[in-house]
């Protein structure tokens, strides 16, 4: 009969105890001082975890440099187009998080968004459907596209790379198809497909919203650390939880009035930021969320666990091409017109290098929904920044947003390399 380690009876202790891990209780005081949240950022800088702080750091300098070269970057009317500009691409880059998180890559993005709004303008303009059925329509090309590629990828066993760079040619093409004879179908301006870019709230819709994130935000954080508080489990205290929220409220609340300040908020930024935050709830709260970054962080131990791979495959693909066909929807409502150039421009691109610069891994298993919201407001303040200098042209957009790119890269790799390094030195 084999001896069991100290590790071991302890783990066996603690399992067998119903009332959960014995826990010291000094431990839990310090882990909640602010010399143990010190003591929790600089292990978490050593480890290579930085979180978001690259990303709103260089936010920060991006607009200060385009302030100072040109004052009205921070203007309320400048600000309030930023956030309407980045939504399309927002939520493109929205889907590309999703296969991002399984270490895989999606090229077809733009060319479903293409066809997604080619399929809108033919079924409206040219059949005269309802407007809502021409946007469900859309939406539904995208979904079929999706897990079509995801089934290619998973189930048949040919490389994500290869489908997507297919189906970006194919669905193209298909594009192109649909929207022949014409180059360009212009679509209705006063009507759903218009109104998801035109519409502003008012001043204490804005204000609502805020009180309503805070809500949420305190029901389901306070409710978690209940549960853990009951369990014996670390818990952050109330101080801890209100300051967070605080922290928190800055943002919404100096955003929400600066955007009242123009015309209130917009409609199309409040769909992009609720797919983010809906997205996030779905990773980080569900078990499906839990079962996608086990199968990007390691697929072969997701297998063993019990997981489905293939269908998990297939549904993020299946999302992830949704939320592109919505990008597509929202292009054909900010230009209140379907081309053939829609979607076949740099949208790939931008979704992608929205997704590395808001701190998602290129390895998979890394990063969060709110990637897309940094990432974008990343990249639009930087083409809002350059279009308000006269004599800059679109070449040095492409060639800054390389560098921002590349440095993001660099950051993930180096962080990467610093876990692999504290693993080891941990183990």
């Known amino acids: 009969m084999s001896r069991q380690t100290p590790v071991a009876e302890k783990a066996q202790q603690d399992t067998a105890d119903p009332s959960g891990p014995r826990r010291d209780p000094r431990l839990l005081s310090v882990a909640a001082s602010p010399r143990g949240w010190w003591h929790a950022i600089k292990r978490n800088i050593r480890s290579g975890e930085l979180g978001a702080a690259p990303v709103v750091i260089g936010l920060l300098l991006i607009a200060i440099v385009f302030q100072t070269l040109n004052d009205r970057f921070l203007s309320p009317q400048n600000l309030s187009n930023l956030t309407v500009q980045i939504a399309a691409i927002g939520l493109m880059t929205t889907g590309v998080i999703m296969v991002l998180l399984l270490g895989e890559i999606d090229l077809s993005i733009g060319s479903v968004a293409g066809l997604a709004a080619g399929v809108l303008a033919v079924t409206v303009m040219r059949h005269g459907w309802p407007e809502w059925a021409g946007i469900t329509m859309a939406l539904g090309v995208g979904l079929f596209v999706g897990l079509f590629h995801g089934y290619v990828f998973a189930r048949i066993g040919v490389p994500a790379f290869v489908v997507t760079l297919a189906g970006l040619l194919g669905w193209q093409g298909l594009h192109l198809w649909v929207m022949s004879p014409d ?148 292009l054909v409502s900010r230009n209140i017109a379907a081309s053939t150039t829609t979607g076949g421009g740099s949208e790939l691109m931008m979704a992608i290098a929205a997704a590395v610069i808001g701190g998602t891994s290129l390895f998979g298993g890394r990063g969060n929904a709110y990637s897309a919201l940094l990432g974008g407001l990343v990249l639009g303040a930087i083409t809002s920044g350059l279009l308000l200098l006269p004599g800059i042209d679109t070449s040095v957009r492409f060639m800054i947003t390389a560098a921002v790119l590349l440095v993001a890269v660099i950051i993930d790799a180096m962080s990467r390399r610093g876990r692999k390094t504290h693993a080891r030195g941990g183990a």
């Not at 109330?238 to 955007?259: D, H, K, N, Q, Y």
């Open 183 to 330: 180059g360009t179908i212009n679509t209705r301006s006063d009507g759903i497909i218009a109104a998801l870019t035109q519409t502003y709230f008012v001043t204490w819709i804005g204000w609502c919203v805020v009180a309503l994130v805070l809500v949420f935000y305190l029901v389901s954080v306070l409710t978690v650390e209940r549960k853990r508080s009951l369990s014996g489990l670390p818990h952050k205290p109330l101080p801890e939880i209100l300051l967070r929220a605080g922290l928190l409220m800055v943002p919404l609340v100096v955003g929400v009035w600066v955007l009242n300040q123009y015309k209130g908020l917009p409609l199309a930024f409040l769909v992009f930021v609720g797919a983010v935050v809906i997205l996030d709830l779905v990773l980080r709260k569900t078990r499906y969320g839990r079962m996608v970054y086990a199968v990007g962080g390691n697929a072969e131990a997701a297998r063993r666990a019990g997981i489905n791979i293939v269908a998990i495959r297939i549904s993020v693909f299946g999302i992830a091409s949704t939320l592109a066909a919505l990008g597509g929807v929202m």
